[in-house]
């Protein structure tokens, strides 16, 4: 929850002239009220541009929501689903990120659905088995030909703004256990789906992460608002 339409410009523009020399994908997951701002700043550019969350309702009442139609409105190519944010402050639960994914997909917004696990999971050694009920429930509510059309994030909550970060060697395990899930709904489509590591990822240690063979990008949060340090994170994959 950042950004103010005169700082969101100066971002915006310093992010589209950085990116001129790269060939890595990349986008802004911007809070909903400044879609209209990036859809107007950035159409015609390199860098996509998406909103933060999803409801699984079309249309009706529920004040508040936004709906995957009213995202495609603003042309948004992605949405952040299931961020450990909004499953711990607002207890979205693990069907709820499902149906939240199935929205997104039928509007063809390409989902990006956030797994991982705490600190006490992960120290009761519970870290596979988290992720994978987490991956499990969307899995199970998608058909195999959607499997190709989902981006992953794993963002292991114990590393997020706590200035710790996973070891590549301990992102990379989790995410071979992620695309072996995926395999297993869709063998074909698995290699090819991204998986994003979301725990800390700067510039200091992008480019060992992303080295790792199943770690394909990151998910930025507080390295994003500079435009230099995200700009050095996209081209630490060049």
Known sequence: MNGSRTS????????????????AASAVCVPAPYLAQCQAQLAGSALGWG???????????????????MLQDFACGYVVIGHSERR??????????????????AAGIT?????????????AGQTDAVVAQQLGAVLAAISV?????LVLAYEPVWAIGTGKTATPQMA????????????VKNAVAAAGVQILYGGSMKPENAKELMAMP???????GG????????????????
């Open 172 to 183: 990379q395990d989790v995410h071979q256990v992620l695309r072996g899930q995926l395999a």
């Open 223 to 238: 390295a994003a608002l500079k435009a230099a340090d995200f700009l050095a994170i996209i081209h630490a994959v060049d």
């Open 88 to 105: 711990a402050y607002h207890g979205e639960s693990d069907a709820q990120v499902a149906a939240k994914t199935l929205a997104a997909l």
């Open 111 to 123: 989902p990006i659905v956030c797994i991982g696990e705490t600190l006490v999971q992960r120290e």
């Open 51 to 69: 909103a933060q969350d999803v409801s699984a309702h079309a249309s009706g009442a529920y004040t508040g929501e936004i709906s995957a139609a």
């Open 145 to 149: 030909a959607d499997v190709a059309k």
């Open 8 to 23: 969101n410009a100066v971002l915006l523009s310093e992010i589209v002239a950085g990116l001129a020399a790269s060939g």
């Open 214 to 220: 199943d770690i394909d990008g990151g998910l930025i």
